[in-house]
């Protein structure tokens, strides 16, 4: 039966960066309409349960020809809650990026962060501040996972790509979700980046059961009517 | 807790043997020896085999030293050079703008992350110090200064100085078309 619980709920004792009584985070994304970030719409929604989330999407004047509608308005509040109200505010960009999606929160202390995969894992240390001590071993894999999908998937060649969904292949043959019974980071972001990479479309069996799974899955609903 | 990692002679995964050292130098205990792969064994059903799950496991066993970055922030650069070092770093088509890119950061910064050594700074120079485009542009006096600095600076500190004296850098190549055979 579908489940409605969260992989990513909050369960620690270490204060997330949102709850220390700072002033609120920006996170500024920009990235390129021609290869939507899925993995952000369902992180975006999981940080929209938790805090009062101010959203906002832009498109530049370098791809304003090639952003279609439903794209354009993305992410919005629709002036439901004041800036002053907001723990976090999340600025999508609409325009042309080298590398991948990018990520700035504090352009005074830090380096762009760049790609998908790294984008989704602070959001996910904003949702879970313990992720990173809590369990040693499954963070790692994780993070494997994601190193998998960006360094082979997304960066790869047609060899490498070819490689990494036999990887997945082999260990959905275990194993229901990416790392065990229930779904976890690595499902959302390597789902969102077999969409986008064309990997999706003719799957060997074990992913594309689970492909099916994610697609049912509550979970991934909000970023499933954006998969063409 | 003792970890225990396995390094292969031919294609060592170097920053962990930093990393491995930096720990021990720092009282807490990480032994590594040489083996067939390049391995950290956590228990009878999980071994990790990258360089990157290694430097990860390694920076959140031992959260004392603060090497994967000290908030959610840092953590995440960390990450973000983590894919570049064993990303565009180490790919021979993308090296010469990941370079580029690297020097531009490295401008107004000692270390790639924070004000300190973090597992971003073991991998970079690993890549690099692996990297026989990186050893050649060294060599001829070409290299970007501001990576020049940084690698430089973290080789006089004693932990790299010994690994690079043990596991000696890529090899230099010779500049095409100076000295070569006329073509008949």
Redesign the interface.
Known sequence: AATTTTPLGASSTVA??LEQGQVMLDLVISADPSSVPLSLLVLCGQLCERYAVLKATYVHSSVSDSVPDNLRGLLSSNGGLKRSDAQVAITLVWKKVV?GPQ?M??PT???T???E??IA??IT??LQ?AV??ED??K???V??LL?LA??QLV?GNAKEKAAAVRTLNANLGKQDWLTGASPSLADIVLWSVLQQTGQASSPPANVKKWLALCQKHSLFQSAVAFVS | MDTSITINKDKPALAAVLVAEYLTSNKLTVKWTFGDANNLK?NKE?A?F?S??IL??LG??Y?SLNL?GQ???????V??????A???LS?TTDYKNAVTYLDQ?LRPATF??GQSLTLADFAVWEVLHQNSQWQSSKAAGDAPANVLRFYSHLTSQKIFGDVAAKFPGAAVKEKKGRTAEPNI
């Open positions: 997330s960066p590398n990520l929160v504090d202390k830090q380096t962060i760049m790609g995969v790294n894992r602070y240390r904003l501040p990173d001590s040693v071993v963070a790692t894999q993070d494997e190193d960006q360094l960066s | 956590v999980v990790f990258n990157a799950s990860r496991f959140r066993s959260p994967y908030d959610a922030l840092q953590k995440t650069e990450d973000h050079w983590l894919n570049f064993y990303g565009q790919s950061v790639l992350v």
